[in-house]
């Protein structure tokens, strides 16, 4: 039974910093991706950053330059370094881990920026 947990979210002020983490239990077959998205009050889930097995990143153009997302894979851990946040970064954080038959996903973590 393959289990994602996240923790590092909570509450910032403007201008500050969290990273998250989401760590994997568990067997994953052949990672290909890993990332994280993003769900704000009345809004659809959306991509905020995604890697690669190769390391090859993506991501919103809402965090370009101020989030950065990174991987440990002996420890099939992926993090989200989030700098600058903004108060329209607040939302619930999910990450996801993409394996050879499905898409694993983390419980989400509460990420609220203050003005």
């Known amino acids: 039974q393959v289990q994602l947990v996240e923790s590092g979210g909570g509450l910032v002020q403007a201008g500050g910093s969290l990273r998250l983490s989401c760590a994997a239990s568990?067997?994953?077959?052949?990672?290909?991706?890993m990332g994280w998205y993003r769900q704000a009050p009345g809004k659809q889930r959306e991509l905020v950053a995604g890697i690669t097995n190769g390391g090859s990143t993506n991501y919103a153009d809402s965090v370009k330059g101020r989030f950065t997302i990174s991987r440990d894979n002996a420890k099939i851990t992926v993090y989200l370094q989030m700098n600058s946040l903004k108060p329209e970064d607040t939302a619930v954080y999910y990450c996801k881990i993409t394996g050879w038959t499905r898409d694993y996903w983390g419980q989400g973590t509460q990420v609220t920026v203050s003005s």
């Open positions: 568990g067997t994953i077959f052949s990672i290909s991706a």
